[in-house]
C-alpha cells in the first residue's frame, strides 16, 4: 500500500486490519513464503487475497477473518467472495470453504 503525506482514516484503518490479520496468519503458520518474504494475504481497496498452500489451513485463515469481522462489527460480502486454486490438481473436487458461515464458490485456472 502506497501513502500519502496525510494518510487518511480510511488508511490507518486498512493498515490495521492488514497487520491484525497477516500477524495472526504469520503466528498460526498460515500463509506462504516466496522466498524469504512470508505472504499471508494482500488488501488493496475493499478487495483482500488470501494466499495458502492447502485447504484446511485457508479455512483457518477465512476462520481468523470472521473472528475479526465479529470482533470489530463488520461483515464480509459472501456472494462476492470466492476461492481459486491454481496449479495440476484443479479440477478436483474439494472440501468447501466457509466465511462467516457462507460457502465460498470456486473458481479455477
Keep these: 500500500m502506497v501513502l500519502g503525506l496525510d494518510p487518511t482514516p480510511q488508511d490507518l484503518w486498512q493498515i490495521t486490519v492488514t497487520v491484525y ?3 495472526n496468519y ?3 503458520g498460515y500463509g506462504v513464503y516466496i522466498g524469504q518474504f512470508y505472504v499471508g494475504g ?3 481497496a475493499d478487495d483482500i487475497i ?6 484446511t489451513a485457508m479455512q483457518k485463515m477465512l476462520d481468523i477473518c470472521s473472528q475479526l469481522a465479529q470482533l ?4 464480509f460480502n459472501t456472494v462476492k467472495s470466492v476461492a481459486l486454486r491454481i496449479g ?3 479440477k478436483y473436487e ?16
Design 88 to 90: 495440476p490438481r484443479y
Design 42 to 44: 494482500m488488501l488493496y
Design 72 to 75: 470489530l462489527d463488520f461483515s
Design 94 to 109: 474439494c472440501s468447501p470453504l466457509f466465511l462467516n458461515g457462507s460457502a465460498l464458490s470456486y473458481e479455477y485456472l
Design 21 to 23: 490479520v497477516c500477524a
Design 26 to 28: 504469520q503466528y498460526a
Design 50 to 55: 488470501r494466499v495458502c498452500h492447502s485447504v
